[in-house]
T-cell receptor
Framework: ETGVTQSPTHLIKTRGQQVTLRCSSQ?????VSWYQQALGQGPQFIFQ???????GRGNFPPRFSGLQFPNYSSELNVNALELDDSALYLC????????????FGSGTRLTVV | TQLLEQSPQFLSIQEGENLTVYCNSS?????LQWYRQEPGEGPVLLVT?????EVKKLKRLTFQFGDARKDSSLHITAAQPGDTGLYLC???????????FGQGTELSVKP
């Protein structure tokens, strides 16, 4: 079975720009979540999608938005990038909400300069 | 606000030693998940515990969920250099949803 694939692996953007990160979920998984992980910290929940609908959101401003597609792949969009948005962005997929665990991708390392 | 306090934050030990990582909260979780993360990679699920008092063993790793489902521990016996990495505990509410992560424990096992 394939795992979770994220692209790109690394990205450098300028403050104020917009960015789109992509995620292909593990085969058979219907739930996708996005997390932000700052250096030396545990991941912070951004939002979750289930069957193309947002199913929970963390404490992130509206400039963080997402989409889930019919094939369960997903995008994370961040507008008006700030320096503090520099982090590792992780996508995780699961079956039925993730009560029994998630499969994480390797992440996208975003640097905002 | 749900929080998971993980301790210790850093642990540097010699090969062959035992260690325990703790994960504590004032909130009840439906499941407690333990992950291991290596540099440049995403977290990898080690185990999920769902029943209060549950103990699960994975080779030299023993995971325990507290009776009240508010805390958990990870015990490693005879640590090896290959155990080096960031260990993360994460709590899930009813039906899964968002995971609340602890700050992580950076483990270094020296040969």
């Amino acid at each position: 079975e394939t795992g979770v694939t994220q692209s790109p692996t690394h990205l450098i953007k300028t403050r104020g720009q917009q960015v789109t990160l992509r995620c292909s979920s593990q085969s058979g998984h219907n739930t996708v979540s996005w997390y932000q992980q700052a250096l030396g910290q545990g991941p912070q929940f951004i939002f979750q999608y289930y069957r193309e609908e947002e199913n929970g959101r963390g404490n992130f401003p509206p400039r963080f938005s997402g989409l889930q597609f019919p094939n369960y792949s997903s995008e994370l969009n961040v507008n008006a990038l700030e320096l503090d948005d520099s982090a590792l962005y992780l996508c995780a997929s699961s079956l039925w909400g993730g009560l029994y665990g998630y499969t994480f991708g390797s992440g996208t390392r975003l640097t905002v300069v | 606000t749900q929080l998971l306090e993980q301790s210790p934050q850093f642990l540097s030990i010699q090969e062959g030693e035992n260690l325990t990582v703790y994960c504590n909260s004032s909130s009840v979780f439906s499941s407690l998940q333990w992950y291991r993360q290596e540099p440049g990679e995403g977290p990898v699920l080690l185990v999920t515990v769902v029943t209060g008092g549950e103990v699960k063993k994975l080779k030299r790793l023993t995971f325990q969920f507290g009776d009240a489902r508010k805390d958990s521990s990870l015990h490693i016996t005879a640590a090896q250099p290959g155990d080096t990495g960031l260990y993360l505990c994460a709590g899930a509410g009813n039906q899964g949803g968002k995971l609340i992560f602890g700050q992580g424990t950076e483990l270094s096992v020296k040969p």
